[in-house]
Every structure is written in structure tokens, then in C-alpha cells.
């Protein structure tokens, strides 16, 4: 959270200067005509940095220019905290002078305030397109190539396609070591009681059962909203309640989603808020942990880490009901959208156009772990083909799901739910004493 205006102004630099780097590709731009100096188009994506991902879009524009040879894409990449959200600003802001052409958001058209969520925000992707920043896709043949359902429900807004969609990922599970389990004839849970167990007996033998990573708090997140997505009977219906008053973040469900995530905190092992989110993977792929809390896809990069590694992973089961456990949740993952005043847009179609051809799709999703969002694909990943049974009814994380209110306190923040307060990991020792102080935080910023 940058909290000082200093540090804005240092990360402000930051950007400009990476700005006007470029990415895997650099030519200078005369804005207006989108040309370099030796004649060609320089088509400007920008995206957050995602080893597999990245590097498929390099190779991707390779094939792209070859197609085109009047252009010469320019890939920018930076990290994907803040530093990415100031750069999507700064390059949509400055996107009628050729900054920039092709624009992904970290998810899907979701969070834009409801009738029953009076005085929320507008995400920046709704200002965008209502200020008529994003350009219209409704009309492309390619969009044809995507699931209905899918374009439905991650690339419409008011009616309209204004972005394409490159597949779901589920992170309301647990990666498990499956030659541990083996070593201990442990079964994959799919009771609350029985994730107990696979704890109790792995702390018996030695074993730290649990991986979280805690220097970067978000991750702590993951676990809690597996534990809600089977907790909860219906998410939507709560989040709703919270804003009509028929739902209290001290009501009896809320304070077990935190009582359990606090159990699982308590099974993490030592020192797990020093461990950030990079260094994970690893500690997992080594063996140093037998379960970690992340999303399906991190698979490739576990894989990569250590190829003959044996793992799978499961929802976690936060109910003792099993039918409510079986179910993974997530999101719908990196959404492109087009600069409606770009002076490329032309290319910035084409690129996306083909992209969305069946073959480069297909390789897409292979290779960054993806769910499909178009039909028919053949997928290569052994991971994915285990975990398909938990992903046949998919459905959208609390994360998704929630609308906030505007000028909330700490303790309902973002995504509102922070397990991090909880011991071990923060000074709260009672979910009672977080759940009050969240409900305050809520009350605090109604609407007047």
C-alpha cells in the first residue's frame, strides 16, 4: 500500500521510465502514425510478469510478425503487484498518443455495483469502458470461438463483448505431495475432520504439514476462501445480506471460516509469514512441506521445479458435509481488452484474432495451466485431467463475488475477509474479537 507521497512519486518514475522501455521487442514510436522511425507498426502489450505465460507471448509475437512483417510488437512486462495496476493507468490513460494497443486485466468483468449495493466503487475496467475507453468485440468473428457461457459471464458488460478471455483457474485448493500420503497411508480429505487428521498424523511424524505464504498476506487469502467456498451455502446470497442487513460478518458462518483458517495457520509451518510467494513453489517441489495453499496455475511451475515430483491437488474441505467440499472456485483469468483509440487497432485485432485460432489457443492454455474458455480443446496437462472432476460445476470465488464499500477500515479491506490479524500470523488471538472489529469497519462506511 503505498501510504506516503514520496513513495507514489518514486514508483510513478518507476513507471514512466518502464514505459517508455518496452518489452521483448523495442522500437521507437512517432504516437500519432504508430510507426517507428524505419517505417513499421509497433503494435504496445503490456502485461504483468508470468514466467510460462510471458515467455508463450514472446514466442507468440514472433509468429505474429512473421505473419505481418510491417510490424514489430513491443511486449512490456512488470511485476504484478501495484507496479502493474499504475501501468495499465498510465498507458490506458495515454492510449489515444499510441501507448498503448492491447491491455489485459487480471480477471474478468467482475465487481461493477449492484442495486443492492448502494455507493459502491466502479472497478477501473467499468470507467473505462463507460467512458468509451475499450473497444467493442461484439462483432468479431473470433469471438465465436469461445464458450457462450464463458463470453457471457467474463467478456460482457451492459450487453456488449469488450474483451476476450483466455481461461479459469480454481485457487480454493491444496497441492499435496502424493509420496508423503503414500509414506503415511494418508487418504486426499474430503471432510473437515478428516483434513484434521492429515494434519494430526503429519505433525506426529514430523512432517510440516502445511506451506503459506505470508510476506505477501494475499496468499494467506487463498486458503480462507476455500474454506468459504464450502462453508458457505450460498456466497452471493451472503455478500448481498451484507449490504441489506440480513447478513453480519459475526454471524456463526463467518466466524467459522475464520475459527478453521486459523487452524490451518496454526498447522502452517514455522516462520511462514517470512516466506514469500515466489519462494513457495519451491519449498513444496523440495519436499520441505507436504501441502501448500495456491492456485492451479502454479502446476507448470512446480513441475518445472522439480519434474519427477508426484502431486495433486484437492478443495479443501472446510465442511464436514462432503458433497459441499467437491467443488474447486475461482476466476476467470487475464481478460484482453483493445484501446478503442488506439491508432493500431487494426493489428491490436488481428493479434487477437489470431491468437484465438484453435491451434495457438490450445497451445495457450497448455502452457499457462488454463481452463478453456473455447470447446474441443485438447488438453496435455495430466494435472488438469485429475483435477476435472472438481471442476465440472466451476464456480466463481468469494474474491469475484464480493462488492465492497468505499473507505473501509483494515479489517474489511478489498476482499474483506483477513485471517492474517488471526495468530500466528497477526496480534488478534480470538476470530470473535476480528469479526466484531470487521463488522465495525463495515457499519463505519455505509452509506449516509
Not at 493489428?347 to 485460432?357: H, N
Request: proline residues 6%; aromatic residues 10%; hydrophobic residues 40%.
Amino acid at each position: 500500500m503505498l501510504k506516503k507521497l514520496l513513495s507514489l512519486s518514486i514508483v510513478t518514475v518507476l513507471i514512466l521510465v518502464l514505459a517508455a522501455c518496452g518489452g521483448s521487442s523495442s522500437s521507437s514510436s512517432d504516437g500519432e502514425q504508430g510507426q517507428s522511425a524505419g517505417g513499421k507498426v509497433t503494435l504496445k502489450i503490456i502485461h504483468w510478469q508470468q514466467e510460462n505465460i510471458n515467455n508463450y507471448i514472446k514466442e507468440f509475437n514472433k509468429k505474429f510478425e512473421e505473419k505481418y512483417p510491417e510490424v514489430t510488437v513491443e511486449y512490456t512486462t512488470v511485476p504484478a503487484d501495484a507496479t502493474y495496476d499504475q501501468l495499465m493507468q498510465t498507458r490506458m490513460n495515454a492510449g489515444a498518443t499510441g501507448d498503448a494497443d492491447i491491455i489485459p486485466l487480471k480477471f474478468s468483468f467482475v465487481g461493477a455495483p449492484q442495486e443492492w449495493s448502494p455507493g459502491a466503487a466502479d472497478p477501473m475496467w467499468k470507467q473505462w469502458i463507460d467512458a468509451g475507453l475499450i473497444a467493442d468485440l461484439s462483432d468479431q468473428p473470433f469471438i465465436k470461438n469461445y464458450n457462450p457461457v464463458d463470453v457471457e459471464n467474463a467478456m460482457t458488460y451492459d450487453g456488449k463483448v469488450y474483451g476476450v478471455n483466455m481461461g479459469k483457474v480454481a485457487f480454493t485448493g491444496l497441492y499435496y505431495n502424493k509420496e508423503i500420503f503414500a509414506k503415511y497411508n494418508l487418504e486426499v480429505p474430503t471432510t473437515w475432520d478428516e483434513m484434521l487428521n492429515v494434519m494430526k498424523v503429519l505433525k506426529d511424524n514430523g512432517v510440516e504439514p502445511i506451506g503459506l505464504a505470508g510476506k505477501d498476506v494475499w496468499p494467506i487469502n487463498l486458503a480462507v476462501q476455500g474454506l468459504q467456498a464450502s462453508i458457505h451455502d450460498d456466497q452471493l446470497a451472503y455478500i448481498k445480506g451484507l449490504w441489506t442487513g440480513e447478513s453480519k460478518l459475526t454471524d456463526p458462518v463467518q466466524l467459522e471460516v475464520l475459527e478453521k483458517a486459523q487452524v490451518l495457520m496454526n498447522n502452517a509451518m514455522p516462520g511462514f509469514m517470512g516466506v514469500d510467494y515466489g519462494t513457495l513453489p519451491s519449498l513444496f517441489a523440495t519436499g520441505r512441506v507436504a501441502m501448500i495453499a495456491d492456485g492451479t496455475w502454479d502446476a507448470t511451475t512446480i513441475q518445472t521445479a522439480n519434474p519427477e515430483l508426484k502431486f495433486g491437488y484437492f478443495p479443501i474441505p472446510g465442511s464436514n458435509d462432503p458433497a459441499k467440499n467437491k467443488d474447486l472456485a475461482g476466476k476467470y483469468d487475464m481478460t484482453w481488452m483493445v484501446v478503442e483509440n488506439s491508432p493500431k487497432k487494426d493489428y491490436a485485432l488481428k493479434w487477437l484474432e489470431m491468437l484465438s485460432e484453435k491451434e495457438n489457443y490450445t497451445d495457450f492454455v497448455n502452457t499457462a495451466g488454463f481452463l478453456p474458455t473455447q470447446s474441443d480443446v485438447a488438453l496435455t496437462s495430466e494435472f488438469i485431467k485429475e483435477i476435472q472432476p472438481n471442476l465440472d460445476n466451476f464456480k466463481l470465488s468469494w474474491d469475484q463475488l464480493f462488492i465492497n464499500r468505499q473507505n473501509v477500515g483494515q479489517f474489511i479491506s478489498e476482499s474483506s475477509v483477513h485471517a492474517e490479524f488471526l495468530t500466528p500470523a497477526g496480534p488478534l488471538a480470538s476470530p470473535k474479537e476480528l469479526a466484531e472489529k470487521s463488522q465495525a469497519d463495515w457499519d463505519a462506511a455505509a452509506p449516509k
